[in-house]
C-alpha cells in the first residue's frame, strides 16, 4: 500500500499554548487509520488543520506525494479529503438532497435538483444507505444524519474521509451498519481516517493507529493488532496506568428520595414527549436512564429541575410535591443537577471559575449574605474544589471557556457534588470524556452514592450503563420500556430495547 | 489577583485597548481625507487645533469634561442592560425623560433648602428614566417584544413629549414665547467646584456612579446574577435565576443611569429645559462610548472623556481654521462606531473556526462568547458590541 497522506512535524500553536507538537502522521492508501488520543490531546486540532480549518504554525503536508497547501474546508475537498464531524453540520429544514448539494462547486447557477438526487439515490444504494433525497434532515434520525454527512462527503469524490467520533451518538445496531459502510469504502481503494477512543470499535474496523498525548505523537502507525488489551490502550493515551473499573460495593438501597407517578409531557408542538413515565430512586442507589438520544430523556429531567413543568403527573422528592416548582425551588429542595449540556447550561463559558463555582448558589449563605457576594470565601471555597476535583487550571481567575472539556466537567460535577443534595442527577457525565477523566467523574459519583445520595443518571453510553448504575431503565420514545437490574442487562438487550424492540417485537420508525 | 501578574496583567491591559487604539487612529486617518476634500487647511493643522480644544489647557480640558459628563451617564446606561444580554438603544429617550422629570421638580418648588430639592431633583431624573426603562424591560419579557424596537419607538415618545411639556404645562409663562421651562431653582442646581475650572459637582457624582456599576455587577449578588443571565440566560435559568426580573431590573436601572444623566445636563449645564436642549444625542453618542469602553468602568470614563474632547475640540477646530466644519468630528465618532461594531465581524469569524474546531457545538447561537468579562477594573479582552 502507497501513502496516501502525510502529515510531517506539524506543530500548531494557540498563543502560548501548543496543541499539535512536532506531530507526523501517515496514512496509507486503502487502510482504516485510527486518530487516538484524550480529549485535549489534539486530534481535532490536527484533523481541523488537515481540513483547512486551522492553518499550521509549521509543518508541511503531503498528500498523494505532494505538498499541499490546504487553507480552507473547500481546499480539502478538492484534493478529495472530506469530514464528518461529531456534531452534525446539516439544516434540519432542508431537504437531505439540498443538503447535498449546498456549497457544492459542481452546480450550476440554475439548480438541478432532480438529476443531484438521481445521481445521490444512485450511489447511495450502492453503500446500502436508503436516505430519501427529499426527506427533511429535521425528519431523519441520528444514524440516517450521519449516512447523510457520509454521502454528502461521498458526493464530492472524496478519497479519504476523516470520522470524527461517529459512534458516540448511534445504538450499537447502528455502529454495526456504520461499520459495514466503512468496509466497503475501504474495499472501493478509499482511506478512513477514524477518530475515537473505544478500544473494541477501533478492534473491529481499524488497521493501524496513531496515538496523540498532549499534542505529541505517542505512537506512529501502531497495528492494531499489537495492542493487547483495553489497560494497554489507556496506558498509551494516557501516558500511565488507568484504573479501568470503577470501584464500586452493591448498593443499598434506603428511603425513597424521588418518586415519579404517570409523569406525562406534551411540547408546545403538541408532541407527546413523555408517556406515562413512572419509576423511583432511593437514597444510595444509582439509577441510570439509557437510551438513545432524544427519546425523551432531556423533557424529563427538565420537568425534575423545573425547567419544564409536567402536562399531568406527579413529582415527589423527599415526600414533597415538586411537580409545578421552579427551578429555584427545585434546587432549594436539594438537588444537584449535572445538566446535558455543559456549555449551554452547566457554566458561563466567559466568566472566571470562581464565579461559575457560584452560580447556582448565589444568593445563598455563605456564598453571600444581604445582597453582597462573599468573594474571599468563595475564593477559597473555589480553591478547595478545584483541588478536591483536580481541575487543572492556572488560577481561580480563568475563564471557564479556556479550560479544556474535561476539567470543564470535572468543575460542574465538583460544584453540583459538593452542594448539599438529597439527588444528584446526572446527565451525560462523561460524554466527550476521555478514559481518565470519565473513570475519575464515575467514581465521584459512586461514592456520593456510597454517602446515601439518590443518584438519576441519563446515558447513551452502553459502558456505562453496563457498569454504574445498580438499576437500568430503557426509554424509548417517551416511555419506559424496562426496568432491569444491572446483572440482568446485557449489551445485546439493552441494545435491542434502546431501538424500540421489546420482545423480538419492532416498532421502531423507518 | 492570583494567577495574573503584573507583567500578565499590563499586557492583558495592553492587547484590550489595542483595538479602541486602531480604531480611533484610522478614523481619524479617514476624517483627514474628509477635511482635505472638504476644506483647504491641511489636516494636521485641523487636528492640531481639535486636540488644543480638547486638552491643550486647563480651559480645554474643563470643557471636554463638562461634555463628557453626559456621554458617561448614557454610556454606563448602555453598558449595564449589556452586561445583562439586553440592547438599550433607548439611552436617547431615558435621558430625555430624565431631564423632563427633573425640571419638573427643580422649577416647581420654590424656597425649598437645596438639601432637599437637590436630591429630590436628582431622584426625579433618575426615576423619570428608569420608568421608561421599566416599561421596556415589562413589554421585552411580558410580551416578549424586542427591546430594541421598543427603546427606539420610545426615543421618539420622549422627544415629542418634551416638545408638548415645552410649550404648555412646563412652558416658562414669564419670560418669553419661546418654547422652554422656567429656569431651574437655585436650591436644585449643580455648581462648579475647582477654582478657575467651570466643571461642576455633576463629575464627582459620574465617578461615583462609575464606582456603583463596578461594585454593583461584580460585587452585589443581584449584579452577579444579572451578568449571568447577560452572559448566558440558559445556565441562570438553569441556576434557578429568574431571567424576566433580573431584566426588568437591568433595564430600569439603565434608564435610570440615562435619566440621571439628563437630569444633570439640564441642572448643571442648561439650567433649564429647551426644545433645544437635545440637540447633541448624547444617548446615541453613549453607545459608542460603551463599545469603546469595552463596557469596563475604566474603559466608559476614557472614552467618555476622548469623546468629550471630539466635540469640545472640533469647536476650536471650526473656529480656528474658519473652513473645517465641526461635523468632521461627528465623521469621525461614526467611523469608531462602525469600526467597533465591525470588530464584531472579525470575531464571529474566529469564533466560528474556533468552534467547528474543537468540535463541539458547532450549530449552536454563540452570541454570549462575544462578551468579555472578568478583571473588571482593568480593561477587558474580547470583542462585544450590538
Known amino acids: 500500500m502507497t501513502t496516501i497522506l502525510e502529515m510531517r512535524n506539524i506543530t500548531k500553536r494557540f498563543g502560548p499554548v501548543v496543541a499539535n507538537d512536532d506531530v507526523s502522521f501517515s496514512v496509507k492508501k486503502g487502510e482504516v487509520h485510527a486518530l487516538l488520543g484524550e480529549n485535549g490531546a489534539g486530534k481535532s486540532t490536527l484533523m481541523n488543520i488537515l481540513f483547512g480549518l486551522y492553518e499550521q504554525t509549521s509543518g508541511e503536508i503531503l498528500y498523494k506525494g505532494k505538498t499541499v497547501n490546504i487553507r480552507s474546508p473547500r481546499d480539502a475537498i478538492h484534493l478529495g479529503i472530506g469530514m464528518v464531524h461529531q456534531h452534525f453540520m446539516l439544516i434540519p429544514a432542508h431537504s437531505a438532497i439540498e443538503n447535498v448539494v449546498l456549497g457544492y462547486e459542481g452546480n450550476s447557477a440554475v439548480l ?240 472566571n471559575l470562581r464565579e461559575n463555582i457560584s452560580m447556582v448558589d448565589s444568593r445563598d449563605e455563605p456564598y453571600s449574605s444581604h445582597g453582597f457576594m462573599h468573594w474571599r470565601w468563595i475564593d477559597d471555597h473555589s480553591r478547595n474544589l478545584i483541588d478536591k476535583f483536580s481541575v487543572k487550571t492556572p488560577s481561580i481567575m480563568e475563564k471557564a471557556i479556556n479550560l479544556s472539556g474535561g476539567n470543564q466537567q470535572k468543575l460542574v460535577v465538583g460544584r453540583e457534588l459538593s452542594r448539599k443534595a438529597n439527588l444528584l442527577i446526572a446527565v451525560h457525565p462523561s460524554r466527550g470524556l476521555d478514559i481518565g477523566a470519565t473513570k475519575y467523574i464515575q467514581s465521584q459519583i459512586v461514592e456520593a452514592r456510597d454517602r446515601g445520595v439518590a443518584v438519576l443518571m441519563v446515558s447513551t453510553e452502553l459502558d456505562e450503563i453496563l457498569e454504574i448504575p445498580d438499576r437500568v431503565l430503557v426509554i424509548y420514545s417517551g416511555r419506559i420500556l424496562a426496568c432491569l437490574d444491572q446483572c440482568d442487562c446485557t449489551r445485546s438487550g439493552l441494545g435491542l430495547l434502546m431501538a424500540g424492540i421489546e420482545d423480538g417485537e419492532e416498532d421502531r420508525p423507518a | 489577583m492570583e494567577g495574573l501578574g503584573i507583567k500578565q496583567r499590563l499586557q492583558e491591559t495592553l492587547k484590550s485597548i489595542y483595538f479602541p487604539f486602531v480604531a480611533i487612529v484610522v478614523s481619524l486617518l479617514i476624517g483627514s481625507v474628509v477635511i482635505l476634500a472638504t476644506s483647504t487647511t491641511s489636516p494636521l493643522t485641523a487636528y492640531g487645533h481639535m486636540l488644543k480644544g480638547a486638552f491643550g489647557n486647563l480651559a480645554a480640558f474643563d470643557a ?261 466644519s465641526s461635523s468632521v468630528a461627528v465623521v469621525i465618532q461614526a467611523l469608531i462606531i462602525l469600526f467597533i461594531a465591525g470588530r464584531q465581524m472579525f470575531a464571529i469569524k474566529k469564533r466560528y473556526r474556533s468552534r467547528s474546531s474543537s468540535g463541539t457545538s458547532a450549530g449552536k447561537t454563540v452570541t454570549d462568547e462575544a462578551k468579555d468579562d472578568d478583571a473588571p477594573l482593568a480593561p477587558a479582552t474580547a470583542e462585544e458590541g450590538v
Open chain 1, 112 to 351: 438541478d435538483l432532480k438529476s443531484a438526487a438521481k445521481r445521490f439515490t444512485e450511489m447511495a444504494e450502492r453503500y446500502h444507505m436508503n436516505i430519501d433525497p427529499w426527506e427533511l434532515v429535521g425528519n431523519l434520525s441520528v444514524g440516517q444524519q450521519q449516512r447523510l454527512e457520509i454521502l454528502k462527503a461521498l458526493y464530492r469524490d472524496v478519497e479519504t474521509l476523516i470520522l470524527d467520533e461517529p459512534t458516540a451518538v448511534l445504538t450499537p445496531q447502528e455502529v454495526d451498519g456504520l461499520f459495514e459502510v466503512i468496509r466497503q469504502l475501504v474495499a472501493e481503494g478509499k482511506t478512513v481516517v477514524f477518530i475515537s477512543h473505544k478500544l473494541p470499535e477501533i478492534r473491529a474496523i481499524c488497521d493501524r493507529c496513531t496515538i496523540l498525548r498532549r499534542g505529541k505523537v505517542a505512537a506512529a502507525g501502531l497495528p492494531i493488532s499489537d495492542i493487547k488489551d483495553l489497560n494497554e490502550l489507556a496506558r498509551l493515551m494516557v501516558g500511565r496506568e488507568v484504573e479501568l473499573v470503577t470501584e464500586k460495593t452493591p448498593s443499598e438501597p434506603g428511603e425513597v428520595v424521588l418518586n415519579v407517578e404517570n409523569l406525562n409531557y406534551t411540547n408546545d408542538k403538541g408532541i407527546h414527549v413523555l408517556k406515562d413515565v413512572n419509576f423511583d430512586v432511593r437514597a444510595g442507589e444509582i439509577v441510570g436512564i439509557c437510551g438513545v438520544d432524544g427519546n425523551g430523556q432531556s423533557e424529563l429531567i427538565k420537568c425534575l429541575t423545573g425547567l419544564l413543568h409536567a402536562t399531568s403527573g406527579k413529582i415527589e422528592l423527599m415526600g414533597n410535591d415538586i411537580t409545578a416548582c421552579t427551578p429555584k425551588q427545585v434546587l432549594k429542595q436539594g438537588i444537584g443537577h449535572i445538566p446535558e449540556d455543559r456549555h449551554a447550561m452547566g457554566m458561563v463559558g466567559q466568566m
Open chain 2, 64 to 324: 471636554t469634561l463638562i461634555k463628557a459628563i453626559p456621554l458617561i451617564f448614557t454610556a454606563l446606561s448602555f453598558s449595564l442592560a449589556r452586561r445583562s444580554g439586553i440592547i438599550n438603544l433607548g439611552a436617547e429617550g431615558q435621558f430625555m425623560m430624565g431631564a423632563l422629570a427633573a425640571t419638573a421638580v427643580g422649577v416647581a418648588t420654590p424656597n425649598l433648602p437645596a438639601i432637599i430639592h437637590l436630591p429630590a431633583t436628582l431622584l426625579a431624573g433618575f426615576l423619570g428614566g428608569a420608568l421608561v426603562g421599566l416599561l421596556t424591560g415589562v413589554l421585552k419579557v411580558r410580551f416578549g417584544a424586542s427591546e430594541l424596537i421598543i427603546t427606539i419607538m420610545l426615543n421618539y415618545i420622549a422627544k415629542e413629549l418634551i416638545s408638548f411639556f415645552v410649550n404648555g404645562p412646563l412652558m416658562d409663562s414669564a419670560s418669553s414665547s419661546y418654547p422652554q421651562s422656567a429656569p431651574m431653582e437655585p436650591s436644585a442646581r449643580l455648581y462648579k467646584f475647582i477654582p478657575g475650572m467651570n466643571v461642576h459637582t455633576g463629575l464627582i457624582i459620574a465617578l461615583v456612579f462609575i464606582f456603583l456599576y463596578y461594585f454593583f455587577l461584580w460585587k452585589t449578588t443581584a449584579g452577579f446574577d444579572m451578568r449571568v443571565v447577560g452572559f448566558n440566560p440558559s445556565a441562570g435559568e438553569y441556576a434557578g435565576m429568574n431571567i424576566g426580573r433580573s431584566t426588568i431590573f437591568a433595564l430600569f436601572l439603565a434608564g435610570g443611569l440615562a435619566g440621571l444623566g439628563g437630569c444633570i445636563e439640564i441642572i448643571a449645564v442648561q439650567g433649564r429645559l429647551m426644545m433645544t436642549s437635545f440637540i447633541v444625542p448624547y444617548g446615541f453618542t453613549g453607545i459608542a462610548v460603551a463599545l469603546l469602553g469595552n463596557l469596563n468602568p475604566l474603559g466608559v470614563l476614557f472614552s467618555g472623556i476622548l469623546f468629550g474632547g471630539l466635540s469640545a475640540g472640533a469647536l476650536r477646530m471650526e473656529v480656528m481654521t474658519r473652513n473645517v
